[in-house]
């Protein structure tokens, strides 16, 4: 049944990493790169080195959840503390969860996405992609790499990370993944039918 059960949870991603118009990127055409998927697929790696090979900055989604949080509430910490923080700023402020994350991206991801700066944006930006339709047509247009690994190693694999980093129990972590699962499958989707140059990106992993 657990077997059964994971190749359910698989099935809907590629279990290869691809990159989308990735030329246009090279060309200048755009100036960002997005790296996403599901957490402890490799995005954060990725990122770091791609930094270091072509010289170039990279923001992480993470970052700007980590900003809004200390502008509403005082509140910085990412990992435990940001449940906390969420509720808050719900308590104080009268802000739904669903406007604290729009929040996050309107004042601190998209002027990132909108600057002139080339830069690699890696994090779980197919959750506002998914969450709020009026986006996609902005968000769609980027260049990006779609992080393939398989729902069921990225649990293990977060839950490995996150013990050695005391970081959110596992119990929480598989919550959060489930919830993310959704927004990817809804972004490759969208991204394979918008895209003219889909390739298999195993170029450094």
Known sequence: MMNLYLEYLNKHIDKVNKSFDLD???SGKFKKLLIVGIPASGKTSTSH????KYNIKVFHTDDAVNKTLKQLTGIGAWDRK????IKKVAKETGITGDQFWLKVYKDNIEP?????????VEGTLQY???????????LIK????????????????????DNLNKGPDFKRDKNDKLATK????????????????????????
């Open 82 to 85: 940001k449940q906390a923080g």
């Open 112 to 120: 990132i996405l909108k600057n002139n700066q080339k830069m690699i």
């Open 128 to 138: 506002w992609y998914g969450a709020y339709p009026k986006l996609r047509p902005f």
């Open 142 to 161: 980027f260049p990006c790499i779609i992080m393939g690994k398989s729902i069921a190693n990225s649990w293990k694999d977060r839950a490995v990370r």
């Open 24 to 26: 246009q990127f090279q």
């Open 49 to 52: 080195i791609l930094e270091k």
């Open 182 to 205: 959704p927004h990817l499958v809804v972004y490759a989707k969208d991204k394979k039918k918008y895209s003219k140059n889909i390739k298999k990106w195993d170029d450094i992993l």
